[in-house]
């Protein structure tokens, strides 16, 4: 995800990424000679403190989000995270809250906002075209332990640490289920309550290395919505024939909208209403481009506006992924608690 920021930002008028910082010994510098970057550091305290910056992208591993971004954001940076915001809610709050106090403008990447799909689909469940939600479900599917489609996942880092709660990996949960958890309450509002299922499989080895692999790899959750609907949200690292696949429905009273970010426009976001209600018919709906979550970011920061994304906001989330992990620890439905 480094590279897909550094490119990202590259890209974009004005913008300039002057410098990159990572702990382990030559990565930086590697990395700053593949992306054309001026200068790299091993420590991240001395490039914060001798580089000129307006803002910081974080996108280290999940346990070590709160501590870079607390770094940049003491010392009065923008700052944008990779997701998930942090490895507790305890710790999203702790940056959400310092990021209030010291003013800074903040971005999580929850990057299938960038889908003007979704962006439609947020819409039109805000302008009341299907009538009050009763049920969602969604879904966020991938294959790459039970294919090699992604490559093999025996011989990855970046694959690895993700599988190990020791590296403060929190799973498939934390991985992709918390994109599912964002995406749901983005278009379809808020969850109060989630009954969850997570678990690790049996697989070829335990370990690989210095990686234990205990992370959970499936997960089905029950949720309820603070405006009353229920839903169903389902996630798997052993989705055999899904690379990628990111999808949701949402059922109302006087429609629906189906919203598959894996098929092809203009067959992305499909809506069912009025007359097609009674015939059960479908129609493609039209959506236009949407800026990209980097774009935003300095959107906000050219503008001194808050962007679509924040910590603040993003302490939600996290507030849906523990409620998941205590209700699989503990059974039954767990409250929200932001």
């Not at 992306?35 to 910056?53: C, F, R, S, V, W």
């Amino acid at each position: 995800m480094a590279n897909a920021h550094a490119d990202a930002f590259s890209k974009i008028e004005g913008c300039e990424v002057v410098s990159c910082t990572d702990i382990v010994p030559g990565r930086a510098r590697e990395f700053a000679d593949r992306h054309g970057i001026p200068t790299a550091y091993q420590d991240t305290n001395e490039m914060l403190d001798k580089e000129k910056l307006d803002a910081v992208t974080v996108v280290a591993s999940d346990d070590a989000h709160m501590e870079c971004s607390l770094m940049a954001i003491e010392r009065g940076l923008h700052t944008m995270c990779e997701k998930p915001l942090a490895t507790s809610l305890a710790e999203a709050q702790k940056m959400a809250d310092a990021a209030r106090k010291a003013g800074v403008l903040t971005a999580v990447n929850f990057s299938y906002r960038n889908s003007g799909a979704t962006q439609k689909a947020a819409q039109i469940i805000a302008s009341g075209a299907i009538g009050r939600i009763i049920h969602v479900e969604g879904a966020y599917l991938q294959s790459w332990i039970s294919s090699r489609y992604w490559g093999d996942w025996h011989t990855k880092e970046a694959f690895l640490w993700r599988m190990s709660t020791k590296r403060g990996g929190l799973g498939v949960l934390g991985d992709i289920g918390v994109h599912l958890y964002d995406l749901v309450t983005f278009v379809a509002g808020d969850i109060s309550e989630i009954a969850c299922d997570l678990r690790t499989f049996e697989k070829d080895v335990s370990a690989v290395g210095e990686y234990v692999l205990d992370a959970n790899e499936s997960m089905v959750a029950n949720v309820r919505f603070t405006a009353g609907a229920i839903g169903t949200l389902h996630t798997s690292r052993w989705a055999t024939g899904h690379a990628n696949t990111v999808a949701m429905s949402a059922y109302g009273d006087k429609g629906a909208i189906d919203l598959n970010l894996d098929r092809p426009a203009p067959e992305t976001l499909k809506i069912c209403i009025g007359e097609n209600v009674d015939k059960v018919a479908w129609e493609n709906v039209e959506c236009p481009d949407t800026p990209n979550m980097y774009q935003r970011f300095i959107d906000s920061i050219r503008t001194g506006k808050q962007g679509q994304t924040s910590f603040e906001g993003a302490v939600k989330v996290q507030a849906c992924l523990e409620a998941s992990l205590k209700s699989a620890q503990i059974g039954g439905y767990v409250k929200t608690a932001a």
